[in-house]
């Protein structure tokens, strides 16, 4: 059985994951995308240990990872890192799901 909900905008009755109404074609507000790491854990990862490629490991791109910890004797990475940690932590939600997952 299919969980249903209203669309906000003509009332009809939709799919509960539907993110266009078919009878009216609004899109519906309450509709999230949901990514399976966290920003929050991303952005610590990235202030605290960017510079050995810790976030980009937890990010899954490891070959990313790999050269932050070949170049970390440079302190390079460190403060790329450090901008990213802020970038992710400034990021909405639903933009660092889309990129990340």
Do not use: N
């Not at 299919?2 to 939709?14: H, L, M, N, V």
């Not at 949901?34 to 810790?54: C, I, N, R």
């Not at 910890?69 to 440079?74: D, G, N």
Request: positive net charge.
């Amino acid at each position: 059985m299919t969980q249903t909900k209203f669309c906000y905008a003509c009332g009809q009755q939709i799919d509960v994951r539907a993110e266009i109404c078919p009878k009216c074609g609004v899109r519906q507000q309450d509709v999230r995308i949901t990514g399976q790491k966290s920003k929050v854990a991303a952005g610590v990862f990235a202030l605290l240990l960017g510079g050995f490629g810790a976030h980009k490991f937890y990010l899954g791109r490891v070959g990313q990872g790999i050269l932050y910890l070949i170049f970390c004797w440079t302190f390079i990475p460190a403060i790329v890192a450090f901008i990213e940690g802020i970038l992710y932590l400034c990021s909405s939600d639903e933009d660092f799901a889309k990129k990340y997952g």
